[in-house]
């Protein structure tokens, strides 16, 4: 055991040392401190070990663990590129601070039987990391479901009939949908025996153009549901009765990224940007999103409940980064990219806001909240940057991926989605902005004295709130995320053009 | 002794068997020492034999000195020392298991049931290792009769399913006579390998045909292929728990291993088993989809369990009519898989009845909390069924639909997937009772009996084997490929590169 072999070895590392704490966690169900600081040490660890490889990776190298066998011909092959990086650093630094958030949530909330709960949260953080590091269609397929089986116990954490029902709706769309990704998975392995991803795609002229469509709808089909896509987006504002920090990292961050993290995928290093577009897949996937942006911006103007409006508007988030994969031109993708990002730092500080917001007032909901500014200033503050982030404020994180987008769009020749881009920018300031408007200046009969959110759950939502605001003037602030996406969008192109010329 | 593995794989059993009534009277702990260690020595030697097939080739004895075709031959080839591995390991957890469920009952019946379970044992373990057509018969009826026997020993309901069974088995047996009675007065050879020599001249007459037909349907009543299934699911439900788990994991699979060994070995290539076959994997798949739906409507555990039996076995036969590597590779994965699974399944399913009387679902409420251990296997064994990673239930599925797609045989691929969604329909509404629903059953004044079990939710002799089991499934699936490639490669019919 040479000191290569934990280096070289450091993706599977960051996948196992979350599902050793789950381990770990099980065995501790008495020791409410211990489990939770297991919890903690292994969200530090896991940032730790994946942080560690940014330089290597920026500097043009992936990192490839040993592959180990799982069927003939096909490995369980995990690899840290700069796109499965990216995920991977983004999803590992906000479980470090969910995890704080969720000590001060489910203490404070008393739900009882957290032991399986904390257990199954670090599972999901290894089968998301999976999912950024496989490096073929299988292990992605294999990581992707297990997310799915471990976020089933979090949703119905509360044992309600709301829950149960939650849950349910919930399995019934993403296990289907696992069964369509698994045909397309198992018809890519026959195309192409392996199915490694690669830079500019491996399924270029190993089909005919109509079995690519209906794999490339297969596929579609598999990832649209956790990507929420209309009309396969239901489950997810029912999915909101789970407890608050499960809706922030996993309905905002792990789970619904894993689904568009899964689509730029598929349109940068499984069918390639050209393809996509040659086949016309692009084009009609660029519609389904654009029209899921617009109806679900809508949808989120009637929502009162606070969680349903921000589910409603990660549903409309996501589709901007299936979007990008759809345009599949060199700025859309950046954007597709960036925008994984950026809303994951927006939404995640909504979120926590949200929740911070229940514990401390038992308020869900929108029309109750009038006034509650002044009570709870600091949650407010952090709430108006994530709002203002959100709609594409210049200087802050979400206008950087809306502009690319827009590039974007004008590179694919498809003006009209700057249109669609612009039109839901002010959907959504139509419906964050009353929120903040009568935070601040709605009337509350009660009186206001000063309550904030304890201290576990006031400090994760500040920093996720500040680094929102920091991204959008400095987007390689703290892990070169930009500087990521950059080098992986050139790696998909090069690859193309390498390709082309070859041919 | 090491030269004679083969016979004892059968033979320890089978020896045992017949002493077993007389050392009952003697003392029955000594039973089932004799039993256990009969069944171990089966195993060791299903073990042995398949590892000598693997390095030196395949192990043609010669029963009695008597070279074939006039004796008779044992041939352990790995297919069949997988399959003998298999059925002997489950033979001897199953009778571990048995010990809680016989305790209390008396000598004299835990005399026959150590006698009957011996002999189905030795019954399976010998139409596993036999290379001789009609000897494969004689050992289909001995494991036959003792499988009725065994299930008649469940009750007077069970006497009921055990009667049908008895008549719809015998039916079956003496279609597969009828078949090899065709092959004989064909060729007037009884010898496998003997048989694939002479059949290909032969292999499009209409006697040949005749005799596929006859066997197929024979050995697909007896493994419960769609629509010849009907005696299944009473037959298991009735069963007592331990003849459930056995019947469930290893029973049907020996039918559903003579079909492949008869089709693809004996026959080959032959016009007719290619007829056969597609017909027969239209069966399965009208199976899968038949069975699946009919688990959704039961209520009773057990019956769930039944015929989510007959559309699992199907998945077999798929398999096998698909008939490339991959194919092959699922079917034959799935003969393990299942074992595992359905094998798991039983056992949990006979141990919450045991322990608390409880075999409709929705009296399950809250079981959860009272037998986590057993629960978790069930989950685990639960999520093999629908074919999720990293089961093995989830790499045999991987398999079949890759020779699906590969064959381009797309309704089967939609087969699949609706099964795998249909599964999933049922077992999680037994889950989701089990840890989410509150308990109602008192309020129909039907408390429950509670065994206790020496403060351990299940007696040890029960949990153990349940676990093993639980495991197996998760080590197989992750070492799924070792198999294939170390194990499984080489029971394919014909030598690959």
Known sequence: MNADFFLVNRPLWAVLISLLAAGLILFNDRRPNLREGITVLAAVGKFAIIFSMLPQVLAGQVIETAPLTLAPGITLHLQADTFGLLFALLSSFLWILTSIYNFGYMRALKYGHETGYYASFAVCLSATIGIAFAANLLTFFLFYEILTIATYPLVIHSRTEEAIYGGRKYLAYTLTAGQFLLVAVIWSQVLAPGAEFQPGGFLAGKGSVLALQILFFLFVLGLGVKAAIMPLHDWLPTAMVAPTPVSALLHAVAVVKAGAFGFLRLSGYVFGPQLVREIGAGQVLAVVAGITIIVASLRALGEDNLKRRLAYSTIGQLSYVVLGAALATPMALLGGMFHIVAHAFMKITLFFCAGAIYVTTHKQNISEMKGIGRQMPATLAAFTLGAIAIVGTPFMVGFISKWNLGLGALQANEGIYIAVLIVSALLTTGYFFPIVFNAYFGSNKAGTPIREASPALLYPLLITGVIALVLGVFPNFGWDFYQLALAAVKSIFTAGMGMAAGG | ?497
């Open chain 2, 1 to 497: 002794m090491t030269a004679h593995l083969p016979a004892l794989i059968p033979v320890a059993p089978l020896v045992i068997a017949l002493l077993t009534p007389i050392l009952a009277r003697l003392s029955v702990t000594l039973v089932r020492i004799t039993a256990l260690t009969a069944l171990l020595i089966s195993l060791a030697s299903s073990a042995g034999a398949l590892q000598h097939a693997l390095v030196e080739g395949t192990w043609h004895y010669h029963f009695g000195g008597w070279a074939p075709p006039w004796g008779i031959e044992y041939v352990i080839d790995p297919l069949a020392g997988i399959i003998a591995v298999l059925v002997s390991f489950f033979c001897l957890l199953v009778l571990v298991y048995a010990a809680p469920y016989l305790a209390g009952k008396p000598a004299q019946e835990k005399g026959y049931f150590y006698t009957l379970y011996l002999l189905l044992a030795a019954g399976l373990l010998g139409m596993v290792v036999t290379g001789d057509v009609f000897n494969l018969y004689v050992f289909l009826e001995i494991s036959s009769l003792a499988a009725y026997a065994l299930i008649a020993s469940g009750g007077s309901r069970a006497t009921v399913a055990a009667y049908r069974y008895l008549l719809i088995g015998t039916a079956a047996a003496s279609l597969y006579l009828l078949g090899i009675g065709y092959l004989y007065a064909l060729t007037g050879s009884l010898n496998m390998a003997d048989l694939a020599v002479l059949l290909p001249p032969l292999a499009a007459t209409n006697a040949v045909a005749l005799a596929v037909a006859l066997i197929t349907i024979g050995l697909g009543i007896k493994m419960a292929l769609f629509p010849l299934h009907g005696w299944l699911p009473d037959a298991y439900s009735s069963a007592p728990a331990p003849v459930a788990g056995i019947l469930a994991a290893v029973m049907a699979k020996v039918s559903a291993y003579a079909i492949y060994r008869i089709l693809y070995f004996v026959f080959k290539t032959a016009a007719p088993v290619q007829v056969a076959l597609d017909i027969a994997g239209w069966m399965a798949a009208a199976g899968i989809l038949y069975g699946s739906i009919m688990a959704i409507a039961q209520r009773d555990l057990w019956r769930m369990l039944a015929y989510s039996s007959v559309a699992q076995m199907a998945y077999i036969i798929l398999g096998l009519a698909l008939g490339n590597i991959m194919g092959l590779y699922g079917a034959l994965l799935q003969i393990l898989s299942h074992a595992f699974t359905k094998g798991c399944l039983f056992l949990v399913a006979g141990s919450i009845s045991h322990q608390t009387g409880i075999r409709d679902i929705p009296r399950l409420a809250r079981l959860s909390r009272r037998m986590p251990w057993t629960l978790a296997a069930f989950v685990v064994a639960a999520m093999s069924m629908v074919g999720l990673p990293p089961t093995v239930g989830f790499f045999s599925k991987w398999y079949l639909m890759l020779g699906a797609v590969e064959a381009g045989a797309w309704v089967f691929v939609a087969v699949l997937v609706a099964s795998s969604l249909l599964t999933a329909v049922y077992f999680f509404r037994v889950l989701e009772y089990a840890y989410l629903k509150e308990d109602q059953g008192q309020v129909e004044g039907q408390t429950r009996e509670v065994k206790a079990a020496g403060g351990w939710e299940l007696a040890p002799a029960m949990l153990v084997p349940v676990l093993i089991l639980g495991l197996g499934i998760l080590t197989l699936g992750i070492f799924s490929d070792q198999i294939i490639s170390g194990y499984i490669h080489f029971a394919l019919p014909w030598r690959m590169p």
